[in-house]
């Protein structure tokens, strides 16, 4: 099985930074691709950046300029920096991973992290 593991949330000012990171183990052949979404309360959950097997990153609207994500492949990790944060960036985060398996793409969740941002 995988697991994900993600640390780094927590209450910052407007402004402030907060650095995310996921870490993957168990049974992994190859990820495909990482991303972090995000779920406030009584929305959806959308997308905020992914980072493709490749390195192809994409970014939601509302956080270009301001987030960036990485990955070091060698510790299955992706991080997500966020600077410039704005309390409408509060949410719960979870990272996600696409493993490649013999009869597809299989997508692994994080337990989700609360970041916090208050004016």
């Known amino acids: 099985q995988v697991q994900l593991v993600e640390s780094g949330g927590g209450l910052v000012q407007a402004g402030g930074s907060l650095r995310l990171s996921c870490a993957a183990s168990?049974?992994?052949?190859?990820?495909?691709?990482m991303g972090w979404y995000r779920q406030a309360p009584g929305k959806q959950r959308e997308l905020v950046a992914r980072?493709?097997?490749?390195?192809?990153?994409n970014y939601g609207d509302s956080v270009k300029g301001r987030f960036t994500i990485s990955r070091n492949n060698a510790k299955n990790t992706v991080y997500l920096q966020m600077n410039s944060l704005k309390p409408e960036d509060t949410a719960v985060y979870y990272c996600?991973?696409?493993?490649?398996?013999?009869?597809?793409?299989?997508?692994?969740w994080g337990q989700g992290t609360q970041v916090t941002v208050s004016s």
């Open positions: 980072i493709s097997g490749g390195g192809t990153t």
């Open positions: 996600k991973i696409d493993i490649l398996r013999p009869l597809g793409s299989v997508d692994y």
């Open positions: 168990g049974s992994i052949f190859s990820i495909n691709g």
